[in-house]
């Protein structure tokens, strides 16, 4: 059975022991409230409001995966770990934050980026995240679910592959990647 997203970032979170592993840069943001509960680690607070995704479905003709709704329904971190089958063994991938106030202007800023240069198809593919320092996308197939991550930079123009997801997903679904990885810094 999949678990909720709500359950899988309840079991993420509880590899985390110290809240100081979030970026101070986010606390200026988010309210005394919050904060002490991430101090005492409670990192899932329900929001008082959600997010507007029709801005998003209006825009491009495209609904937003409910998966990654109910997601952005809780006032939480980053969510960044390394992956057992990743092909970027080093680096973490890191899902969006929730805290971020302008979380949905750059999910908005990601899918004009992938049109203006034709990289990954809206129709089939929605950002969830980037991987450190790489700078390639982490992506949800709207169809099934599955998670997927971009090609990187390639030394040889011949090899480049800038826009082409690895063919084997990381998960089959958003929870299912959250179970999985393993914290960062941690």
């Known amino acids: 059975m999949k678990k909720s997203i709500t359950n899988a970032m309840k ?3 509880s590899k985390i022991k110290d809240y100081s592993f979030f970026a101070p840069d986010y606390f200026d943001v988010i309210s005394q409230e919050i904060l ?12 008082n409001s959600t997010e507007n ?7 491009f003709n495209i609904e937003v995966p409910e998966e990654i709704k109910e997601y952005y329904s809780y006032c939480h971190p980053f969510i960044a770990g390394q992956h057992k089958i990743s092909p970027y063994k080093t680096e973490a991938i890191i899902l969006y934050s929730a805290i971020n106030p302008n979380i949905i202007d750059n999910l908005v800023k990601d ?20 991987i450190t320092y790489v700078g390639t996308y982490v992506v949800m197939e709207r169809k099934t679910g599955h998670i997927y991550v971009e090609y990187g930079f390639a030394d040889d123009p011949a090899d480049d592959k800038e826009g082409e997801l690895y063919p084997i997903p ?17």
């Open 11 to 13: 079991e993420y979170y």
């Open 53 to 59: 995704f029709d801005i998003i479905s209006e825009k």
């Open 36 to 47: 002490d509960g991430y101090k005492t680690g409670n990192y899932l607070i329900k929001k």
């Open 111 to 130: 899918i004009e980026f992938w049109i203006k240069y034709n990289l990954i198809d809206i129709d089939k593919y929605f950002p969830i995240g980037t």
């Open 170 to 186: 990381l998960a089959k679904s958003l929870s299912s990647l959250i179970c999985e990885l393993e914290p960062y810094w941690h």
